[in-house]
Structures are given as structure tokens and as C-alpha cells.
């Protein structure tokens, strides 16, 4: 009896040993289980985190691609493209004054004025694309500002390596010369319209030196204009040059002109210059100009002239 009391209390300590150990084993088992499953969705959720990461950089990486176009244009009025083809504008006015010297390299700039128009720009740009000859465009800020095919037109201008002068905000001459007087702080108010114009197309850096004055410089000192030293000043003050052009289409001068008419006029007023700053015109109407261009351009090419841009 005492044997079988003392293997019944063993057998109920083991029973009770085994009831108490198994909820720890359990226990112990399914922190193990647990911690494990903790790792397991720790991983899991790192590789989403880098899967998003690279998804994410994917879908950067293709807005890049499709980012609106922004040349870069360091400051300038031309593009990257357009660096190539420039030439210094304070020294081609030299040249215009007669100050600057000859070097024996024969040089001719293309300058349209009074655009961009969407009948005619177009063309002049096909026949410069054809030709691979670059040019500078003076832009009157209200043209640009007329639609968005305008606007269009000053990036094309831009992006195919043309440079981009100013040629004022409303081409008024009663409102830019008073009583035949410069009225400086309204001209200059136009300037700055028109290079925030094309600033908003191009691109903030955007900063062109060139101005072509309405009428020309030379009708200022022809008219000896008496606040022509103030206005000179300003431009000195915003590091600008007014170019004027020793040469000319007559595209919109007397008569309506022929595309033949205008090359004859080209060649008489090229002559045998040196450095030629060649003024034509890509306003509306002037689809003459456009179908003299390519004659114009072998022209010169025949004469030796190399073409650059004013910057
Ligand atoms: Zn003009």
C-alpha cells in the first residue's frame, strides 16, 4: 500500500510536471514561431520599401524624359545649340560706328525684325533650317504675346539656334518717341516687357544684350534726339547695345517688292562691306522676303560670307 501511495504521488508530480511544462514549451514554441514571423514580414516589408523606392525612382526617371523643354542658356539670347554660331554684339556696333577694325573674315547677320508672325516666320525658319544657316530674330513683345502659335514660334526660334533680340514692347513710335524725343523710362519699361515675353517661353536665365530700336539709332541721331545721352547711359547701366544694319532688303520700304526686287537690293547694299548686318523683315505680308531668303542666302554664301548671330 505504502508503494502504491508513493507511485500514485510520483505519477500525479509527473502528470503535474508535464501539464505545467507543456503550456511553456508551447509557449516558448510559438515566441520562437512569433519572433520568426516578425523577421519574416520585416523582410518582406523592407523589400516592399525598396520595390516602392525603385518604382518611384522608375517613374522619376521617366518624367524626366518628358519634362517640358528648358534649354540652357546661361544668361544669353541663344540656346546651347546657338552658343556655336554667336558673334560679340558690342563689337559688330563698333564695327556699325566705324570704330571697330577689319579682320578680313567676311561676315554677314541675317536680322528679321518685327516678328514673330505665324504667316511668315515659319517659312523664313524652314529656309534657314534647309540652308543650316542661323540668324538673329528682334522680337516686338506684343507679337509674342498675340497667341500661342506666337509663343510657340520664339521656342522653335530659339531651339534651333537662333539668337533673340529686342525690338521693343509695342513698336509705337509716338508712344517710345514723344514729340520725336526718347521717352527713356517708357522705352525701357518696354524693354523689360518684352524680355519677361520671352523670358516666360525660353526660360528665367534668358538675357539678351541686343536692341534694335523702332526706326533705328540712326533716325534718333538723325533727328539729334536730345535725350539721346540719357538713353545711352541707360543702356550702358543695363550692359545693352542697339545694333542698327548697314544693309538692307527694302522689304518695307515704298512699293511692295518681288522676291527678285529684294535680292537686287540685297546685293547693291551688301556691296563689297566686310561685316554686313543685313535688316529684313518676318512680319505679316512679308511672304516675299521668305521666298527671296534662299537666293539671298546663296548669295552671300558665293560672296564667302560666313553667318553668324548677334549676342
Ligand atoms: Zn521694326
Sequence with gaps: ???????????????????????????????????????????????????????????????????????????????????????????????????????????????????????????????????????????????INASEGSKNLVKRIFKEGHALANHTYSHNLKSLYPQNKTNVEYFMEEVEKTNSAIKSIVGQDFNTRVLRMPGGYMSRKYYSDPNLEEFNAKLEEKGMYSIDWNAYDFDSEGSKKYAAELLNEVIKSVGTKEKVVLLMHDTYGKEETAKALPQIIEYLKRQGYEFRTLS
Excluded at 552658343?83 to 579682320?103: C, F, H, M, P, S
Aim: charged content about 30%; proline content about 3%.
Design 1 to 143: 500500500m505504502k508503494v502504491n501511495k508513493k507511485a500514485k504521488f510520483i505519477r500525479r508530480r509527473l502528470i503535474l510536471t508535464f501539464l505545467l511544462v507543456i503550456p511553456v514549451l508551447l509557449y516558448k514554441g510559438y515566441k520562437e514561431f512569433n519572433s520568426k514571423m516578425v523577421q519574416a514580414n520585416k523582410t518582406v516589408a523592407a523589400n516592399k520599401i525598396t520595390t516602392t523606392n525603385n518604382i518611384k525612382e522608375e517613374t522619376s526617371g521617366k518624367k524626366e524624359n518628358y519634362k517640358e523643354y528648358k534649354p540652357e542658356v546661361n544668361r544669353s539670347n541663344v540656346s546651347s545649340e546657338g552658343q556655336k554660331y554667336t558673334y560679340d554684339a558690342k563689337e559688330v556696333k563698333d564695327i556699325l560706328d566705324n570704330k571697330g577694325k577689319n579682320d578680313g573674315e567676311k561676315i554677314v547677320f541675317l536680322t528679321f525684325d518685327d516678328g514673330p508672325s505665324v504667316t511668315v516666320t515659319p517659312k523664313i525658319l524652314d529656309v534657314l533650317k534647309n540652308y543650316n544657316v542661323k540668324a538673329t530674330f528682334c522680337l516686338i513683345g506684343k507679337e
